[in-house]
């Protein structure tokens, strides 16, 4: 079957809370705007049963709900949505593609919001038993089938106490599988107490998983103790794991400046190192990852891609003119000697009327002087047949512009 | 290249997905499975499964929380 071709101003990687911000701000900016989503729109956010820290919900909210707001804020703004998942990109140059099973996605910038996916334990036999046979990363998903059994839960972060509790709910016993010491939590202090306190909860220190066991559905996990390196079969109904997320960064390989675990790098404008390539929340390498952070993220991005699609519309209709020749002159502002020199320009426009001349202020944004190749003002730079022809960066007078502008 | 329908609305997971596993395993490469869901979590599940044995996987949100899986059989 052949793919259909649609085109957009901005394509979002990824439905999760920066995703749907970034979707809300370009949406808002009357760009045309695509968010393709693998599963549930909301992503991370969904899986957790409160969100009590997300400012301006004193009551608290559930993920589901917090992010259906997201998604028709989004909606609101005439964003698109896509449910399926990325196969394949290709992000260097003016178009951009992104491929999915039926479509390619061409857009003028990409932004990544791709997140993260959970981490397995690596243990034998994991593969055989993932999702409905037995290992499960979803409390909220999973619970009400786990009523009145047994069941084990891994990690000792926020997620898996936090999980844990909510699955004493449902199941009779909640066996949770902590690596550290006796007493040693990875999770906040208050979840750690009331966890502690919960006589359905039972802590088993010092292990991690060995292997998992059972005929068609996992029916034992055999622990290991990690001093002692004595195995320890137990029985159980399921297992959740909680033991924290890899980003979803395959697809960028060779492409993306990452860290050693596979999160993308971005500056503070979470600009990647292709122009018109941004990445946003889980996936990009950085101190704090919370529904409140990846909204900041989100903003950061939508407004960079709109800032960045309007300096495209510019450089190509005005600075390079149609190959028609070009003078552009790029000052500061708040630089009085820089200010000054403006007159001149406007002097040379009037005198010049088959020239385009073009003033632009590197205070408000540097976008078009970068493509320039210029970092600082004031400078005149002289295009012609769409290429740079000459420079000056020093001694702009009247004389020395007449001469490179032939 | 049949293309079958699954009406699992009203069902909360794991029910969605172990009738998915069945249906997917009576038909051929290249057959078409539409499965109509309407609970949350099965949105998580239901197309993970699919797509770590290999199948392609689209989803239409027919309404507000109303979703039809769609999975071609690929192996």
């Known amino acids: 079957m052949e793919k259909k071709t649609l085109q957009y101003d901005v394509v979002i990687i990824g439905g999760g809370a920066a995703g749907l911000t970034a979707g809300i701000y370009c949406g808002r900016a009357k760009l045309k705007t695509l968010i393709i989503e693998k599963t549930l729109v909301g992503g991370l956010a969904t899986y957790t049963n409160e969100i009590e820290n997300y400012p301006g919900f004193p009551e608290g909210a559930t993920g589901l709900g917090l992010m259906d707001l997201f998604h028709k804020q989004a909606k609101k703004f005439g964003v698109d949505f896509k449910l399926t998942d990325v196969r394949s990109v290709s992000l260097e140059g003016n178009v951009k593609k992104v491929e999915t099973f039926r479509n390619i996605f061409e857009a003028k910038a990409v932004i990544i919001a791709s997140g993260g996916k959970p981490r397995l334990t690596g243990a034998k036999n994991e593969e055989l038993y993932l999702y409905d046979k037995g290992i499960s990363f979803c409390a909220t998903c999973d619970a009400a089938a786990n009523t009145g059994k047994t069941v084990m839960v891994i990690g000792s972060g926020d997620a898996a106490i936090e999980e844990g509790m909510f699955l004493t709910k449902f199941a009779d016993k909640v066996i949770v599988s902590v690596m550290h010491e006796n007493g040693k939590m990875d999770c906040n202090e208050i979840a750690k107490s009331q966890a502690l306190d919960n006589p359905k909860m039972e802590f088993m220190w010092n292990t991690v998983v060995d292997s998992f066991e059972g005929e068609e559905r996992l029916g034992t996990v055999v622990l290991k103790n990690v001093k002692t390196e004595e195995k320890i079969p137990v029985t159980v109904d399921s297992c959740f794991l909680f033991i924290g997320y890899l980003p979803n960064t395959e697809i960028f390989e060779g492409m993306l400046d990452m860290n050693r675990g596979g999160y993308l790098i971005t500056n503070e404008r979470m600009e990647s190192n292709i122009p018109g390539v941004y990445a946003v929340g889980d996936v990009r390498d950085k101190f704090l990852k919370q529904v409140a952070t990846a909204v900041g993220d989100g903003a950061v991005a939508g407004y960079g891609a709109e800032k960045y699609l309007s300096e495209c519309e510019i450089f190509e209709q005005q600075i390079l003119n149609e190959g028609k020749p070009s003078l552009v002159y790029i000052y500061n502002a708040v630089d009085a000697n820089s200010r000054e020199l403006l007159s001149i320009f406007k002097e040379f426009e009037q005198n010049h009327c088959d020239i385009r001349v073009s003033c632009i202020d590197i205070y408000k944004s540097d976008g078009l002087a970068k493509r320039l190749g210029v970092s600082n003002g004031p400078c005149a730079v002289w295009i012609k047949d769409c290429k740079i022809q000459k420079k000056i960066d020093s001694e702009i007078t009247k004389e020395q512009i007449e001469r490179i502008c032939i | ?75």
């Open chain 2, 1 to 75: 290249m049949a293309e079958f329908t699954l009406d699992c609305l009203g069902e909360a997971c794991p029910v969605p997905l172990m009738k998915t596993e069945k249906k997917m395993s009576e038909l051929s490469v290249g057959d078409v499975l539409v499965v109509s869901i309407d609970h949350s979590c099965a949105m998580k599940n239901v197309p993970e499964w699919a797509r770590k044995q290999g199948h392609n996987v689209e989803i239409e949100e027919v309404d507000d929380g109303e979703w039809e899986i769609v999975i071609e059989k690929a192996k």
